[in-house]
Each structure stands twice: as structure tokens, then as C-alpha cells.
């Protein structure tokens, strides 16, 4: 049954149940989250940069002196071509990019067949919502990737950071290192005695979703349509797509509520550990999309951060 | 007197070789935790990827022991598990002294705590036992045609001695009685819906209703929300808990431009 809209659900489960219908605030101590700003470039030049919004909008930014550009490897800002896609940190009110991210895309999933002998392709199952994709492993990127994905072997789980290069994506930087066992095998999460707590913490990733958001793994598989939803090496409690999310991230302390607007499938499949300030602790919870993610303090290439999430 | 604790101690060998060769199976068999098999039994002593087999082997051995003792009337088949359990004596021994962060894997998985005395001392028990079998020569028939208080008694005797060195008795009566909470618990929406058709509420605001067919569905932790379609563009949101027997139901009508009506008052519920 698809979901009609996050507020409507919202405005109706406060009806319901007689609480506040407007999404919880954030505290004093959560930082302001950044800016983020998505979409194709224009124009580009050493000190401004024009970018063509979803909403087929102009916005115009000042590139700070200071800034760095990412396409595969550390550009220079005035270097990127035009008609890439770009997801820009900005500053001042979304004014002045800081940090670009040129046609970057993740690529995790569960291995379905490897092929090639000096690049490698790679089919991909990545979900219910992006269903599968061929991606490749280039020569010169495999020796990482390898080093840290052992088993590069259907039923095996991938998770890579790469670039979309003329509609081909290539997997350049390993996300984190493959977990030991298959995409079938997930460890059961601890037992949990005394119901839910309200805060849980774990490693959030980024993703390409559809929308502005979190793909959350603990979705029922009835409501959503996603038959791989309900996995968690995580005690995660059950939401629902529309449900909103506060997540926090423990690295620099910025928070942002966030509604869940897909199934994070292939994200509760993973019971790694994110080690960008400390050793987080085990499991991820939550998959933003790109433009949440860097909104929220977090490196793309560097692909996790420490989080805490709470309910509501 | 050693007759009667041999055909007591016939059937509790059975059922010990049973259980923990099915275990055994059932925890080699199963994919789940990763390295969990590599912190559990002697096969850790071998290389990993001779772990499992290894299991399996101990798993099919303690198999054949239990059908010999039943159904074999030869000396070997009673002296075999004597073997058995003597070397697993020692072996538990070795392995506490080599490898004292593993368990015993005597019942798969259930036995991951480290191996301690009761371990040990519960495979000697059992050694003895096995001796007694052996020397008396007891064949199951024998069991059955030798029921008496005595062989009760002798039954109960060794059960018990059995039950108080077994540390996987702890785990398991923790595993019966754990529950998860709601919100962990997958629960199928059609329970509560038919939950939801039972309640008053259901019955209040079955008129106001255009359909009985949800417009919409979702869960959040322990409530289940149905929507259903009602007259003049509202519609009726029903919240039902997903725990007990006669769970809390919520009601409320909202008209499409957002705001609840005011034909009930909700009550303030933190979900």
C-alpha cells in the first residue's frame, strides 16, 4: 500500500493519538546544519558557480577561496565540466559553496555476479528501490576496493563511493570494509529487555534516494512493499516510511529532523562500525540522502558518521 | 543395585547423545553469527575451515551412539560411548586449559559460556554412566521390562545431578522466557485490524466510514494506524496498540484541510 504523504501522516497520526502535530524541535545545543545544495552546473568559474536546482531553478554561488571540489579525485573548483551533477556545502544562507561533490554516487548492495579480469563488473542488487545495477571497478581502483571487499563473490556484501561518468558508474574508494558474512546471514541484534531506548546510536551512511530524507531498515514488510525490509543487526524499533527521524551527528554535533522515505534494505545488512570521530558503536541505523548528509557536517568520500538517532 | 542405575542411566545417555548431536547440527548448520562457530567446542583447536566438518562429525558420531545403545545388542555398542565420553572428559579438560574463552559446544550454541567445572564434571557423570551401562551389558528391553520405584528413584538421582551441572540450563530457561518488546516484534497488520473491528471505537465510527477498506496503513513502534475513507472528504484515523489481549484503540476524524474534528476528544497517549 504506497504512502500519500509524509504530512499527511504526520497531521494524522497527532489526530489519532492526540500529540503535537509539528515535527520535534531541536534543542539549543544542536548546531545549525549546513546548507546543501543540489543539482547540474551551468557555469562554472574560479569564483562562481551556477547550478540548475530539481525545481529547474538558477541558484548562483560564490566560490570561498578556500574551497575544495571532488570528481573522482581533488579537482579544482573552476575544473569541473558543465552538466555535472553537483551536491555543494554552502555557507551564509546557501551563498558561498564550500566543498563540491561532482557526480558522485554510492554503490552498495549485494554482489549477484563478478565478471572481467583486469576491470571488473560488478551486478549489483541494491534494493528494492534502486533494484540492480552494473557498476564497474576500474584497474587502477581495484587494488583498494579489493583490500578491503575480500570477497568479491555473489552473496556477498559491496559498499563503495565512486562516479557517475557518462552514465556509467565506477566505483573508485571502498565505503568500509565487507562484512564477513553473506547479505543472508545477518546477526540477530542483542536482546533488548526493558522495551526501546530512546536514543540509539550506530553509523549513519549516505545513499542515493529519490528525495530529501533517511532510508530506515526497520520498516514492516507489509506497508512498504519491500520484501527485504526488517533487517537490522541493530534493535531497531518498527517505523513507518513518513515517520520522522532526529539524527544527530555525534562528530561535530549537528541535528536535523528527517522524514524516512525509503526502505533501507541493504543498509540494516550492515553491522559495521563508522571510525570518523571514535569508534561508533556497532551496526548501521540510518541512510540519508546525499543532500541531508552533507547538510548534517558529513564528508561523501568519506562516506559515514557517528550517529545518534532518536523517535519522533 | 549397579543394575538398576545402568537401566536408569541407558535412557539419559540417549537423550544426551540426541540433543546434543541435533544441536550440533542445528548450529552448524545455521549461517548466523559470523565466527560464532569458532568460539564454540574442541573443533576451535582445529584450522577454521575444518570447523564445521569437525562439528558435523561429533554431531553424526553422538548420532550413532544413541541408535547403538538403543538398538545394537553388542558389547561395542556399549563401550563406544564409554570412549566417547572419557576422551570428551579429557578433551573439555585440554580445552579449558588451552582455550578458556571458548564453551563447551556440547549443545551447540546454548553451550557458549566458557568451559567451567560443572562441564567437565557432568562428562565424567556421564563417563560413569556409561560404564555402568557397559558393565551391566543394558539393552533398551531391558529398560522396559525393568521399571520400578527403584529405577524412578535412580532415574530422578541422575537427571537431577545432571540438571545442576549443566550451565546451558541457565541460558535456555532465559531464552524461553525472553520477549521481545513490541516495537521489535514483527506483528501482521490483519491481527490488528481485526483488533481494530472489535473495539468499540470501530463501532462508534462505523457510520461516519464511506469504506471498510483502509484508504491507508503504517506502523510506529507499538501503534498501527488505519485510515479509512469518510463522508464529505474526511476521514477517520484509528490507532490501535499492538500489545494485550484487548489493546487501546484511538479514534479520530480529520477533515482534509488537516485539523482533527471535534466530534471526540483525543486523549494524550505518547507513542
Same mark, same amino acid.
Not at chain 1, 546548507?35 to 568559474?45: C, K
Not at chain 1, 571497478?137 to 556484501?157: A, D, F, K, M, N
Given at each position: ?312 | ?64 551412539? +544413541? /541408535? ?8 561395542? #555398542?556399549?563401550? %563406544?560411548?564409554? =570412549?566417547?565420553? !572419557? @576422551? &570428551? ?22 553451550? +557458549? /559460556? ?8 557432568? #562428562?565424567?557423570? %556421564?563417563?560413569? =554412566?556409561?560404564? !555402568? @551401562? &557397559? ?44 520477549? &521481545? ?91
Amino acid at each position: 500500500m504506497p504512502y500519500r504523504s509524509v504530512e499527511r501522516r504526520r497531521v494524522l497520526a497527532a489526530a489519532a493519538l492526540g500529540r503535537d502535530a509539528e515535527p520535534p524541535r531541536l534543542s539549543a545545543d544542536d548546531g545549525v546544519p549546513f546548507d546543501a545544495v543540489t543539482g547540474v552546473i551551468l557555469d562554472v568559474s574560479p569564483h562562481l558557480i551556477i547550478v540548475e536546482d530539481a525545481a529547474g531553478g538558477q541558484r548562483r554561488l560564490v566560490i570561498a577561496p578556500w574551497a575544495t571540489a571532488w570528481r573522482g579525485g581533488p579537482v579544482a573548483p573552476a575544473d569541473l565540466p558543465v552538466g555535472a551533477r553537483v551536491v555543494i556545502r554552502a555557507l551564509k544562507a546557501g551563498t558561498v559553496a564550500e566543498r563540491i561533490w561532482a557526480d558522485a554516487t554510492r554503490l552498495t548492495g549485494t554482489i549477484k555476479a563478478v565478471t572481467g579480469r583486469r576491470d571488473l563488473t560488478i551486478v549489483l542488487d541494491m534494493g528494492a528501490h534502486r533494484g540492480e545495477r552494473s557498476i564497474t571497478v576500474p584497474y587502477r581502483s581495484s587494488g583498494r576496493i579489493r583490500v578491503r571487499h575480500p570477497q568479491l563473490e555473489p552473496g556477498y556484501l559491496f559498499d563503495a563511493i565512486g562516479m557517475v561518468d557518462g552514465g556509467a558508474p565506477l566505483a573508485l574508494l571502498p565505503a568500509t570494509s565487507q562484512p564477513p558474512y553473506r547479505a543472508a546471514a545477518v546477526p540477530p541484534p542483542p536482546p533488548a529487555y526493558r522495551g526501546v531506548q530512546s536514543k540509539i546510536s550506530g553509523t549513519a551512511v549516505w545513499g542515493d534516494l529519490p528525495e530529501r530524507g533517511v532510508a530506515y531498515p526497520m520498516l514492516e514488510t507489509s506497508d512498504t512493499g519491500c520484501a527485504d525490509a526488517g533487517v537490522s543487526c541493530v534493535g531497531l524499533p518498527y517505523l513507518a516510511l513518513g515517520s520522522t527521524l532526529y539524527v544527530r551527528n555525534v562528530c561535530d554535533g549537528r541535528a536535523d529532523a528527517l522524514p524516512i522515505v525509503a526502505c533501507g534494505c541493504v543498509t540494516g545488512r550492515f553491522c559495521d562500525r563508522c571510525l570518523e570521530c571514535g569508534t561508533s558503536p556497532r551496526g548501521r541505523i540510518v541512510e540519508l540522502s546525499a543532500a541531508a548528509y552533507v547538510e548534517l557536517g558529513g564528508d561523501l568520500i568519506k562516506g559515514c558518521f557517528n550517529a545518534r538517532i532518536g523517535l519522533g | 543395585m549397579l543394575s538398576t542405575i545402568a537401566a536408569a542411566a541407558l535412557p539419559v545417555l540417549v537423550v544426551m547423545l540426541l540433543l546434543g548431536g541435533v544441536a550440533k547440527i542445528v548450529t552448524a548448520g545455521g549461517d548466523g553469527t559470523p565466527g560464532a562457530l569458532g568460539r564454540l567446542g574442541p573443533a576451535v583447536l582445529a584450522p577454521e575451515r575444518f570447523v564445521k566438518p569437525a562439528m558435523l562429525i561429533c554431531a553424526c558420531g553422538e548420532l550413532g551412539l +544413541a /541408535a547403538g545403545l538403543i538398538a545394537v545388542d553388542h558389547p561395542a #555398542a556399549r563401550w %563406544l560411548p564409554v =570412549a566417547f565420553f !572419557a @576422551v &570428551a572428559t579429557y578433551v573439555l579438560q585440554d580445552l579449558r586449559r588451552r582455550r578458556p574463552d571458548v564453551g563447551c559446544g556440547c549443545f551447540g550454541e546454548v553451550s +557458549a /559460556a566458557p568451559v567451567g567445572v560443572r562441564s567437565i564434571l557432568r #562428562a565424567a557423570v %556421564l563417563t560413569a =554412566a556409561a560404564v !555402568a @551401562v &557397559a558393565v551391566e551389558g543394558t539393552t533398551g528391553a531391558e529398560v522396559v521390562a525393568g521399571i520400578s520405584w527403584a529405577f524412578a528413584a535412580s532415574l530422578g538421582g541422575i537427571v537431577v545431578l545432571l540438571l545442576a551441572l549443566s550451565p546451558e540450563l541457565e541460558e535456555s530457561l532465559a531464552r524461553l522466557r525472553y520477549r &521481545a518488546p513490541c516495537e521489535l516484534r514483527p506483528l501482521p497488520p490483519e491481527r490488528a485490524l481485526s483488533r481494530l473491528r472489535a473495539s468499540s471505537a470501530w463501532r462508534t465510527h462505523a457510520v461516519l466510514l464511506e469504506s471498510h477498506e483502509p484508504a491507508d496503513m503504517w506502523r510506529e513502534l507499538c501503534w498501527r494506524f488505519f485510515v479509512f475513507p469518510a463522508r464529505n472528504g474526511a476521514e477517520v484515523v484509528f490507532a490501535v496498540y499492538l500489545s494485550g489481549r484487548r489493546p487501546a484503540v484511538r479514534a479520530a476524524l480529520v477533515t482534509p484541510d488537516g485539523p482533527p474534528a471535534s466530534l471526540q476528544e483525543s486523549m494524550p497517549v505518547s507513542a
